[in-house]
């Protein structure tokens, strides 16, 4: 069956670095995402990147982040630099069959369980 797992989550000095990761397994995917959602806020798109090797970001975070997948493995990550205490949040990576990259969590139906990450 579908599945993917997060990983790298855990607590960061503002300034300071965190990889994450999402293992995915069960299904061939041509596109993937990660996605964060702080308390009260919607969830939004941080990252996002195809088969092809195309990559978009959330235009805020594109300096300080970088999407990246290693075929071989199945496996997503998410370099995340220079954090700041409004990057707090859960990350989730989502995943799709198709090749459509997008930042929309409601085009994704495969999800992660989601990793915290806090930053002070």
């Known amino acids: 069956h579908v599945q993917l797992v997060e990983s790298g989550g855990g607590s960061a000095l503002a300034g300071g670095s965190v990889r994450l990761s999402c293992a995915a397994s069960?299904?061939?995917?041509?596109?993937y995402s990660w996605f964060r959602q702080a308390p009260g806020q919607e969830r939004e798109g941080v990252a996002v990147?195809?088969?092809?090797?195309?990559?978009a970001y959330a235009e805020s975070l594109k300096d300080r982040f970088t999407i990246s997948v290693d075929n071989a493995k199945n496996t997503l990550y998410l370099q995340m630099n220079n954090l700041k205490p409004e990057d707090t949040a859960i990350y989730y990576c989502?995943?799709?069959?198709?090749?459509?990259?997008?930042?929309?969590?409601?085009?994704?139906?495969?999800w992660g369980q989601g990793t915290q990450v806090t930053v002070s």
């Open positions: 069960g299904y061939t995917f041509n596109t």
């Open positions: 989502a995943a799709k069959a198709v090749l459509t990259p997008s930042l929309a969590p409601d085009t994704y139906n495969d």
């Open positions: 990147i195809d088969s092809d090797g195309d990559t």
